[in-house]
């Protein structure tokens, strides 16, 4: 009889401790984000433009992300992000002896699959640090070569400069309202040049901003 009193405790105590564990216990969840980001590169470059090649623009950025939990603060983020990225190079022209500046724009687009360990010291917080994968499929930059007729809108593909597949270092900073509605700032640097070896060393460098909003509330 004291057998069964004891272990009706014992039984009852550990269903109270997995019932309180499911309340208080943060939930895996997924969302989508949109967002801003400034990028460029650091290191040389060869653009189809002379001048100072690498500087920091301002391009767009989305994706979808998720947060696997294995404790209670500490957590796995994935995201697959589509990447507007790229640089500005500020060239200078002389006609009839007078200087006159120009900006041109190196335009990549990117998927990255940045792969994130996440320290969240409270539900809303998380700081977040890890690798991410990028491909680079696309770099177009304007035509600039004076003995080819060219449209003044026209853009070379420069895909050839680039290393596709780079690998880069990520830290970031995540915080989520009750709402489901999650803001993130992301630092972005690359671990390996972006541009093959004929054409610089820089490497892609990258601030991003973004509003998401989490359809499985943690």
Not at 44 to 61: A, H, M, P, V, W
Not at 184 to 194: D, S, V, W
Request: proline share 4%; glycine share 8%.
């Amino acid at each position: 009889m004291k057998i069964s009193i004891l272990t009706s405790i014992l039984l009852l105590f550990m269903a109270c401790s997995l019932s309180a564990q499911r309340r208080f216990y943060p939930k895996n969840f997924f969302g989508a984000y949109v967002g801003a980001n400034v990028s460029g590169f650091y290191g040389d470059y060869q653009s189809n433009i002379e001048g100072e090649s690498g500087k920091f623009r301002l391009r767009t950025q989305l994706g979808f992300f998720g947060n696997i939990y294995f404790q209670r603060n500490i957590s796995l983020y994935l995201s697959l992000d589509l990447m507007l990225k790229g640089a500005l190079t500020k060239g200078y022209e002389y006609p009839a002896g007078n200087e006159i500046s120009f900006i041109a724009k190196t335009n990549l687009t990117a998927l990255s699959l940045p792969v994130l360990f996440n320290y969240t010291p409270k539900n809303e917080w998380g700081i977040m640090i890890g690798p991410q994968l990028s491909y680079v499929f696309s770099a177009k930059e304007p035509w600039h070569k004076s003995d080819n007729y060219k449209p003044e809108d026209y853009e070379e593909n420069v895909l050839y400069k680039f290393n596709q597949i780079t690998v880069d270092g990520v830290f970031a900073v995540n915080y989520a309202l009750y709402n489901g509605i999650t803001f993130q700032f992301r630092y972005t640097l690359g671990l390996m040049p972006i541009v093959k070896e004929d054409y610089g060393n820089a490497l892609s460098s990258s601030f991003l901003f973004y509003v998401g909003y989490i359809f499985t509330k943690p």
